[in-house]
């Protein structure tokens, strides 16, 4: 039985009223190449890569560009074969500036020669570099690198006994996991096996919010002959996607704040990260593509397979332009991604969506006084307290906003869009979020 989502919010009703445009219909996905892709060498939490070619260097397609520095950091490889033209700082999703390697695609398809391997005979030492190596982090959003997640030491190892597969994709407009798992079910589940030889054989749970029946009938079939292998049909509310919200869902079990997931015996992985995986181990596939969702007041919305490294403005060309004058362009989810202020900022690897609003459409609003209803309060997954987090965070009383647990906020946006009065109680707990954790390690240089 799937436990009820804590706080959450149904989204569909409201966001109707702005022309909400989910590309449901779309049975395949369409592929997209452009002439020039802009690769950063920040695509993961952690270190940043450093560069490994030169301006000049002609390269193959899943080739190196970029060496990971660090346990906690990732490789960066090149999306498409061709000519490296530049490497340059660039616009990124946080609207700033990183060093980004500029790629002229030649179209050949040149790529690096793939080798198959077989991975059941083989030991975590075999499997594990191949997951590094490819570059790959979490596709859901959080883009941590998934190898260290497989790295555990041998009393967290042994209390593993659940893998959770998160098809959940609950964040409106984005269909891009969801078509994902009607076109690559099978390799999907590939990944969570090989991610389960990883873990010591636990229990695999594959959890599907209920509004994506041709996801979960695809993934039942293709997991059908394993026994350990369970697909849940998850209510459709938000933030069910949530990686706690997920856990507490299908376990009942609860992440401390401060802890992870493996600190309850559970580890978490997006269905693209699994189907990465897929690649990397059996084919030394590198992360270089993704499915993005090109929606919302676009002429064409559309699912575009995509080399990591295009421009967003080129995928809203692709997906027909503009439907009348843009007031606001998304690069993510409308929940937690985040607006961009140039179409030249490239997609990356945790890059699901492109959701455009216009002018008629754009939700802007005017912040009026807090006015105590608590639908704040019901709405967080967390059990916070936004109203009065962001009201000692406008005051400056951070410590107050620690004893609050401000960073246990996982920046949902729940918050924000039930308040009435229209205040922006995600952004301001997000700052307050930011704010306490860094206090914390000042504490702790300091010896306090």
């Not at 592929?31 to 193959?60: C, D, N, R």
């Not at 190196?64 to 000519?83: L, M, N, Q, Y």
């Amino acid at each position: 039985m799937v436990n009820k989502l804590i706080g959450g919010i149904s989204l569909s009703p409201p966001l109707q009223a702005l022309k909400k445009k989910l590309t449901i219909e779309q049975e395949h996905v369409l592929s997209y190449e452009p002439t020039m892709v802009f690769i950063p060498l920040v695509q993961h939490i952690g270190t940043p890569a450093h560069p490994t070619v030169k301006t000049g260097e002609i390269v193959k397609k899943g080739q190196i560009i970029g060496r990971e520095d660090g346990f906690i950091s990732a490789p960066i490889h090149a999306s498409v074969s061709g000519k490296v033209v530049d490497i340059t700082d660039w616009p990124d999703q946080n609207n700033q500036e990183v060093m980004t390697v500029i790629i002229e695609n030649d179209f050949k398809q040149t790529s690096v020669l793939p080798t198959d391997f077989h991975w059941q005979e083989a030991t975590t030492q075999e499997i594990l570099p191949k997951i590094q190596q490819a570059g790959i982090v979490g596709k859901g959003g959080a883009a941590f690198p998934t190898h260290v997640k497989f790295s555990l030491d041998e009393k967290k190892q042994e209390k593993i006994d659940r893998l959770i597969i998160n098809g959940a994709e609950c964040e409106p407009f984005l269909r891009s996991d969801a078509l994902l798992m009607t076109e690559q079910a099978e390799q999907i589940i590939q990944g969570a096996l090989i991610a389960r030889k990883l873990l010591g054989d636990p229990d695999i749970f594959i959890g599907i919010e209920e509004d994506k029946p041709k996801s979960i009938a695809a993934m039942k079939k293709a997991s059908s002959s394993y026994p350990f292998i369970t697909v849940y049909s998850l209510p459709a509310v938000y933030p069910t996607g949530g990686e706690k919200q997920l856990i507490a869902i299908l376990t009942q079990r609860e992440v401390p704040l401060g802890k992870l997931p493996a600190d309850v015996g559970v580890v978490v992985l997006n269905v693209a990260t699994s189907a990465a995986i897929a690649n990397a181990v059996c084919h030394d596939q590198p992360l270089i593509e993704r499915y993005t969702t090109v929606t919302g007041d676009v002429k064409e919305p559309k699912i575009v397979k995509n080399p990591i490294g295009t421009l967003s403005g080129e995928l809203i060309d692709f997906a027909g332009g503009f439907e009348g004058t843009p007031a606001k362009v998304i690069l993510g989810g409308p929940m937690m991604g985040k607006t961009i202020d140039t179409l030249r900022v490239p997609i990356t690897k945790n890059s699901n969506g492109i959701v455009v609003f216009n002018q008629k459409n754009v939700p802007i609003f005017t912040e009026n006084p807090c006015i105590r209803c608590n639908k704040c309060v019901e709405a967080c997954p967390m059990r916070l307290m936004p109203a009065s987090i962001d009201q000692y965070f406008r005051n400056g009383d951070f410590d107050k906003c620690e004893e609050l647990l401000a960073d246990a906020c996982i920046n949902c946006g729940a918050c924000t869009f039930v308040c009435p009065a229209r205040r922006d109680l995600a952004a301001t707990i997000t700052q307050a979020k930011q704010k306490v954790i860094t206090l914390k390690r000042e504490a702790v240089a300091n010896g306090k």
